[in-house]
């Protein structure tokens, strides 16, 4: 399966609005890989293409990124950096399948957010620990602990097995640390280098899950700007292996 990480930014994004970090004054003044838009990630799937996530940056990230099919999103979590971008689908001219769990849904529509989704949009209901099934692929949704109710994702293809944990604190269920025991890819949110706060796992968290859980690849995305520049982390990484710091528009195959 091909993935591939359109956005790769923290809730803020960098640089983001109003500051003058190091971290975001590099980025303004070099741009390149130090410029994060907010997190998407698209799996292409036989036949289906599943975009995890609709930040309010969606709709340049789409167009930069020449994306012109969509047939299915996935939200993981209510927060405004993975949905903000959701009703951008109203002028997408084709129907989308919407996979949500109940809560997530719920608050979305109670938030009054993707209120006129339902006009182009299927919501079709997942529920943690029961796969979806294709014809030729499976994911199975199970939740992580965030401040508000999130959903970490495993896809399954050829034999192969991707995990997406979005945006989670470090304490896993037995049953997430099974679905990411010995997975191909393992993708990690991490805003933070080091653990800073329980909503969010940090860079350093992350490897340490990797190792423990057998994980052969791990690839950090959402990367906040108090967090190290994108070169800065990508030579910290280099003493793990297996370790990918994405970048905005990365594309990798497993
Ligand atoms: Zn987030
Ligand atoms: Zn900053
Ligand atoms: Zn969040």
Redesign the pocket.
Known sequence: MRIRFLGTG??EGIPAIGCSCAHCTRAAQEGGRLLRKR?AVLFSLPGYELLVDTPPDIRELLDINGVRKIHGIFLTHE?T??TGGLEEFLYWGEGVDLFAEPRVYRRLMRNGRGKRMADVAFHLVVRPGTAVRFNDFSFIPFEVHHSVPCFGLAIYEGGRRVVHVA?SGRRLSNYARCLIGGADALIV?TPSFEPVEAAHLSVEEAIALKEELGVKRLILT?IAHHNRPQDELEAYVAQFEGVTVAYDGLSIDI
């Open positions: 923290g809730a997190t927060h950096d993975h945006d949110n959402h």
